[in-house]
T-cell receptor
């Protein structure tokens, strides 16, 4: 299984500012995903981050609000831009195992964001 | 929109009892995965069952899949207080390129 770390683990931010979340994997993976979990809710996919191409965003999420970088096969960042209190959530990255993108998806520990 | 719907939404049992959680989904899938989340932390992968499988076991976990009814169940036998957590089913829908769609989750409380 892949070991995934995220930074920061938590943060408290002021509205109007931006936060960049990092996701690091201990092995090369083809596909990385970013999810949001609003308080008391389930997980919603934000986007798929593939190395060497633009991220693919789900309905309701746009690049200007959630720019994503994927510079290599072990790392990705998600930026939450121009934050508002509604952005308060846990943000999680996930990966499929191995460069072939196996079926099992493993999740990072999450970044808990509170926007005041 | 959410693919999976778990029931019950909340379950409270005594330690040692079995816990059964159900998940229904709407479209055809490649596989279905169950996850556990403790107190809003990261998700721990429990088990994956493929669309051509009907039952899988892993330790105290037993998962079944009925593709004709588009439903799955997760059974935790001999529950422990440490099993207290939220449980989510997630489907890898056919043609979705490994993107998972999560259900709303079930909150399991195991009383010591």
């Amino acid at each position: 299984s892949a070991v995934i770390s995220q930074k920061p683990s938590r943060d408290i931010c002021q509205r109007g500012t931006s936060l960049t979340i990092q996701c690091q994997v201990d092995s090369q993976v083809t596909m990385m995903f970013w999810y949001r979990q609003q308080p008391g809710q389930s997980l919603t996919l934000i986007a798929t981050a593939n190395q060497g191409s633009e991220a693919t965003y789900e309905s309701g999420f746009v690049i200007d609000k959630f720019p994503i970088s994927r510079p290599n096969l072990t790392f990705s960042t998600l930026t939450v831009s121009n934050m508002s209190p509604e952005d308060s959530s846990i943000y999680l990255c996930s990966v499929g195992g191995g460069t072939s993108g196996s079926e099992t998806q493993y999740f990072g520990p999450g970044t808990r964001l509170l926007v005041l | 929109s959410q693919q999976g719907e778990e029931d019950p939404q909340a379950l409270s049992i005594q330690e040692g009892e079995n816990a059964t959680m159900n998940c229904s989904y709407k479209t055809s899938i490649n596989n279905l995965q169950w996850y556990r989340q403790n107190s809003g932390r990261g998700l721990v992968h429990l088990i994956l069952i493929r669309s051509n499988e009907r039952e899988k076991h892993s330790g105290r976990l037993r998962v079944t899949l009925d593709t004709s009814k588009k439903s799955s169940s997760l059974l935790i036998t001999a529950s422990r207080a440490a099993d207290t957590a939220s449980y989510f089913c997630a489907t890898d829908r056919t043609g979705a390129n490994s993107k998972l769609t999560f259900g709303k989750g079930i909150t399991l409380s195991v009383r010591p």
